[in-house]
């Protein structure tokens, strides 16, 4: 394995008690979780605009881990990994690579959601020996309609969640229904379970630097997907009004390999974690099939 470091403690038993570890990636701390069975083909989660470990759906992280090795992280400059956070995808895929080459790994499979799928979408094309299978969520190629417009809406919404003491994931994440409301609050209620060793908050140069990302990402022309041949889920809620839900269509569509699972009924952007339930049975099977 690696120079990973982490503190002597019991085998976690949930995300909510899984130890933060560190691993040298270039002189660069990177910190990350791991959780779940020592053998198999471990499944790197590549989080989403603004995310850092704490942000990951806890019932979504358990629930693969009962049968995968889950590995969560902060990329360069995000919550308490070290450096400065890159402001394109590529560079943001650059530095995944190193990551998971730095933890001995030299097959994985990725689940990318939002800006985390655009970042698994450029390592299944640069790196295809490295990754066996990909989960896409809520996330569009390059180019996709409507991806250039997320720093305006998540400006908006995050100060539309200011003035009326929300999180923003609230807005951003579910729809405007009671059905959506319910399933907001009983995710930000799961995303407070871990009470011990959080990580830090993202700084604002970072989060600039990654709306700078998604705008350039948004603004590029269509990439080639037929140059991912790997097989890829691609999951996405009916009504994601940030990455708009046709660009989870356009992937199922152009993908050589996919398998495009039922849009969510009655949700959004954060699909999984409202459709956990859902999501997980249906991740792990497509994994192991």
Same mark, same amino acid.
């Given at each position: 394995?690696?120079a990973a470091? *982490?503190s002597?403690?019991p085998? =976690?038993? *949930?995300?909510?008690?899984t130890?933060?570890? +560190?691993v +040298? ?6 910190v990350y ?8 083909? =471990? ?6 605009? !603004?995310?850092?470990?704490d942000n990951?759906?806890p019932r ?5 881990? !009962?049968r ?5 992280y ?5 919550g308490?990994s070290?450096? /400065?956070t890159p ?6 895929a650059?530095?995944t690579?190193?990551?998971?080459k730095?933890l ?10 939002s800006?985390g799928g655009?970042v698994?979408?450029v390592?299944?094309?640069?790196e ?6 990909v989960v896409? @969520?809520g996330?569009?190629? !390059?180019?996709g309609?409507?991806?250039d ?24 994440f ?8 319910? @399933? @907001? &609050?009983a995710?930000?209620d799961r ?11 993202i +700084? ?5 630097a990654?709306?700078?990302a ?8 269509p990439?080639?997907? /037929?140059?991912?041949?790997? =097989? ?6 009916? *009504?994601?009004?940030?990455v ?6 356009d992937? @199922? ?8 699972e039922?849009l ?9 974690f409202?459709? &956990?339930?859902?999501f997980?049975?249906r991740a ?6």
């Amino acid at each position: 394995m690696s120079a990973a470091r *982490s503190s002597p403690a019991p085998a =976690p038993t *949930s995300y909510a008690n899984t130890p933060t570890r +560190s691993v +040298s990636v270039r002189g660069v701390e990177f910190v990350y979780r791991q959780l779940g069975p020592d053998d198999g083909v =471990p499944l790197i989660l590549l989080n989403h605009l !603004a995310a850092v470990l704490d942000n990951w759906d806890p019932r979504v992280v358990d629930g693969l881990a !009962a049968r995968r090795r889950v590995i969560t992280y902060d990329n360069r400059g995000v919550g308490a990994s070290g450096g /400065s956070t890159p402001d394109t995808i590529e560079a943001m895929a650059r530095d995944t690579v190193l990551f998971i080459k730095a933890l001995g790994y030299d097959q994985v499979d990725l689940l990318g959601l939002s800006m985390g799928g655009f970042v698994a979408q450029v390592i299944a094309v640069q790196e295809p020996r490295l990754v066996r299978k990909v989960v896409l @969520a809520g996330t569009g190629p !390059a180019g996709g309609p409507g991806i250039d417009k997320v720093t305006r809406l998540t400006i908006k919404d995050t100060l539309r969640a200011v003035l009326t003491r929300k999180d923003p994931k609230q807005y951003l994440f579910f729809p405007d229904t009671a059905v959506g409301r319910r @399933a @907001a &609050h009983a995710f930000l209620d799961r995303l407070k379970e871990r009470t011990d060793g959080r990580d830090k908050a993202i +700084s604002i140069s970072s989060f600039r630097a990654q709306l700078k990302a998604i705008h350039r990402w948004g603004l590029q022309a269509p990439a080639d997907l /037929s140059r991912i041949r790997q =097989p890829v889920l691609v999951v996405n809620g009916e *009504s994601d009004r940030m990455v708009p839900s046709e660009n989870t269509l356009d992937l @199922a569509a152009r993908l050589p390999r996919s398998e495009l699972e039922p849009l969510y009924p009655g949700a959004g952007h954060g699909g999984i974690f409202q459709y &956990h339930d859902t999501f997980v049975p249906r991740a792990l099977a497509f994994l192991a099939a």
